[in-house]
Nanobody, 123 residues
Framework: QVQLVESGGGLVQAGGSLRLSCAAS????????MGWFRQAPGKEREFVAG????????SYSDSVKGRFTISRDNAKNTVYLQMNSLKPEDTAVYYC????????????????WGQGTQVTVSS
């Protein structure tokens, strides 16, 4: 089982950018598709972005498409989420997720979750 640790969250003004990182332990990182989720106060956790085991295939929720970019570096066992043009409604705890398989499948179960990192966007 891969262990995940997120970093890079913080407070940013609307229109700004942040890059989240998720470091994975273990030698099997490249065998997992990876995803990012977020959970705002009082709301359910929602899918944000996913990428395949090499990062060549990506998917995004409609709310972040065109503003966020998911990528990964298998040599560093790390997945990233570049967030641009941030909006107050992007405020949430962001979670990294690992899914067994080569390509991210929004209907498949998550094998491992990170502990989350807070992102706050002020207006």
């Amino acid at each position: 089982q891969v262990q995940l640790v997120e970093s890079g969250g913080g407070l940013v003004q609307a229109g700004g950018s942040l890059r989240l990182s998720c470091a994975a332990s273990g030698r099997t990182f490249s065998s997992y598709a990876m995803g990012w989720f977020r959970q705002a106060p009082g709301k359910e956790r929602e899918f944000v972005a996913g990428c395949s085991w090499r990062g060549g295939t990506t998917s995004y929720s409609d709310s972040v498409k065109g503003r966020f970019t998911i990528s990964r570096d298998n040599a560093k066992n790390t997945v990233y989420l570049q967030m641009n043009s941030l909006k107050p409604e992007d405020t949430a705890v962001y979670y990294c997720a690992a899914q067994r398989g080569s390509y991210y499948d929004t209907s498949a179960p998550i094998a491992s979750w990170g502990q989350g990192t807070q992102v706050t966007v002020s207006s």
